[in-house]
């Protein structure tokens, strides 16, 4: 698959490439206007096709958008689409540990500062600057205006929001909307806790068999399970009514 392909599966763009070339492309993105990278797994595609006015501009605004999740992509191979996995926590780890290597300053939203210095710990490399808004503070303009006003006054290369979904992208395309905020923003969930170690990931056997929601599942089922078994199985439905509009 050449660079720069793209997949469209259930109305939506997907990028491709490798991780490798993806790292390399987000690292000379850096000094221009701010745009956005995402990554959308099983639960983000419900989402957006169930609240599409709300999450379809704010993911055909998106620089790029890559699959998240093997479940998905598998999805994709039954409609005949070969839709490569490029995963949220891969693409942090690896554009982390670049950062170290160049000592860029990364910019962290919703990790707090105890996070901050154990990934400073792990990667001393490189310069962290965060801001840890409150729960809820999607709901409040004075606090988006805030993380706004932060990243553009940091001017960091990299931007990494990790305020969850719909949040984080929300508040990235806030932040697209600012003249003056620069550097890639990523949409990146839980990725940092996976860095810091206050979660693990699954073990590459189980990633590769498409097993990672189920180890997440297992490892926090209370808040969890709506997700992973009453949310994400409506992909199935949602994919029917594709099918039958087309």
Known sequence: MSKGERVYFLGYRFDTGSIEGV??????????????????????????????????????????????????????????????????????????????EQRLTIALIGPAAAACAVLGSRYPGLNIVFHTPPMGFIKSEHEVQRCVDFVVKTQAPLIFL???????????????DHPQARGVG?????????????????????????LE??????????????RYLIE??????LMYLKRRKS
């Open 232 to 237: 994400c199985p409506r992909i199935f439905y």
């Open 23 to 100: 790292v390399c492309d987000i690292l000379t993105e850096t000094r221009g206007c701010f745009k956005y990278v995402v990554t959308p797994n099983v639960h983000h595609m419900v989402r957006l096709l169930e609240d599409a006015a709300t999450m379809q501009p704010l993911y055909e605004r998106a620089w790029r958008v890559f699959c998240d999740s093997r479940v998905l992509s598998r999805l994709a191979w039954f409609s005949g689409l070969r839709l490569p996995v490029i995963t949220g926590s891969d693409l942090t780890a690896h554009l982390i540990a670049g950062a170290g």
């Open 186 to 210: 990523l949409c990146i969930g839980a990725s940092i806790d996976f860095l810091t170690g206050k979660q693990r990931r699954a073990p590459v056997w189980a990633q590769k068999a498409g």
């Open 162 to 176: 990790a305020v969850g979904m719909p949040q984080q992208e929300i508040l990235a395309g806030r932040i697209s």
């Open 213 to 226: 929601w189920l180890h997440r599942l297992l490892s926090d089922p209370r808040r969890l399970a709506s």
